[in-house]
């Protein structure tokens, strides 16, 4: 029996910004003008786009766009091109205006990115990040909780306190709790508090970090690592506002907000059986998502001036050549590796810069055999090929020792170890 061939998903251009933002125009298989020519095919009224600017050729295969002479050019995620294969989710900038590919199906809307390119510790003047900002200004005062996602290390601490700070309850206490740094026996006495002699060792009452953070946020950094068993005493505290210590029989009213932030996909968590469904919706209403810094290289030179600043020495600590080297690189651990690798080279010297080269680029190999994926499949392969070989020059390179490794990747060791396992890769487990 012959299967049916499915039909190639159909796309269209949605208008980020300029005039005409917030149109959408459906390409079907063909080729489409773009510029401010009444003779353009998808005319836009920007005065910084010339008249024939762009043209797209749209085919089952793909996306071709092609720069048409025009006086200042086209980009794509801050890169001038001249001809470029289109995927799926790219922004194109032509003058002030943003275009970007998205499938004919797709909800999403348009978020006028913020004035603002800083929230809190936050800082970026990629479009991504101020989209963000436009929804952290939005949700920060309302007082609800809040979901917040993103890689290691691009910064989810830093937005909990940001969103603490400019909410409702920005006088009272803000209190951490690290659920993946937290034996998973103790997960429950450290959430909701434990009374004397609940559990060996409990040798006096303990408030948990829900009271310590009455009248303020508490934040749940990690929520993904919650073991299933605690998952409805923490559900019920967000329903309720109520928390009973272990060991007791009363529950205590609370008035608190609460932030959570996790690495993990929490869909498919709820899909494998791991996180409970309706945990994950209860903490999901409001979300946001932090962008990886790959995906945001722009922002890159503002995030080194910011390090610099911060340790209090001028843009000039930095070399041009060693500038120009962290502009290249992929940053696996985000902003924090950024972060780490600044302050190394700004206190030991340039000859302190750690080895840019572990993480080498998928060959063009590597690249052919993932376009013929779904564009989701293609891209969590390639990651995983970038995850494994940067891992096993990384573990090299500190000589097997996890804790060294761990310090010099800017990521945490409890993390690292899972990235490990998930590789099949091991290391020495020791404080060294």
Known sequence: MMRARSSPTRLKLLV????????SHVLAPGAYRLGKSAECDIVLNDKAISRQHLRLDVSEGGVKATDLDSHNGSFCEGMRFSELEVRPGAVLRLGSTELKLVPESSRERVIPPSESTRFGGLVGTSRRMREVFTLLERLAPGGADVLIQGETGTGKELCAEAIHAQGPRAKGPFVIVDL????PSLIESELFGHVKGAFTGAQADRAGAFERAAGGTVFLDEVGELPVEVQPRLLRALERRQVKRVGANDYRALEVRVLAATHVDLEKAVQEGRFRADLYHR????RVTL????ERPEDVPLLIDTVLERLGRPGSALSDATRAMLLQY???GNVRELRNVVEQVVNLGEEALPDMGAAPAPTGEQRAASLDLPFKEAKERLIEGFERDYLQGL???CGGNISRA???AGIARLYLRKLLHKHGLSARDTDE
């Open 291 to 294: 962008p990886p810094l790959r």
């Open 395 to 397: 573990i090299e390179r």
């Open 16 to 23: 980020l910004s300029g005039p005409q933002v917030g149109q």
């Open 406 to 408: 761990a310090r010099e």
């Open 283 to 286: 903490l999901a209403v409001l």
């Open 330 to 332: 992929p940053w696996p």
């Open 180 to 183: 993946a740094g937290i034996a």
